[in-house]
């Protein structure tokens, strides 16, 4: 999915809320009282969450493709831990696309273990 496509997930434009970290998408619906309208994180749903999470500020969040390469090990480290919480409450759905990256279609394919 792309930044624009996440957009809608936001829990207005659409009942599903969206955000992404470190590249992959989760569906935090179920958790509507922390990323729902008028909640402490509502900034984040529908966006990348990458950056504010990694410093804990909700205003870093961005309309655009955030690179966040420029994270430092600090940064890092914070918000893979978010991504490990968030990962044993809520599923992932899809993958962050980069901008002029392309989906993949894997079609009937199973994952192997």
């Not at 402490?40 to 309309?63: C, F, I, P, Q, S």
């Amino acid at each position: 999915m792309t930044v624009e496509e996440l957009k809608v997930y936001n829990g207005t434009d659409n009942e599903h809320i969206c955000m992404a970290v470190l590249g992959k998408i989760y569906d935090v619906t179920r958790g509507r009282d922390f990323y729902g309208p008028g909640s402490a994180y509502e900034n984040l749903a529908g966006h990348d969450a990458t950056r504010a999470l990694a410093n804990m500020d909700v205003k870093l969040v961005k309309d655009n493709y955030d690179d966040t390469s420029d994270l430092t090990p600090s940064e890092l480290e914070e918000v893979k831990e978010w991504a490990e919480r968030l990962s044993f409450k809520y599923p992932v759905v899809g993958q962050l696309l980069k901008p002029d990256e392309k989906p993949q279609d894997y079609g009937d394919q199973l994952a192997e273990l």
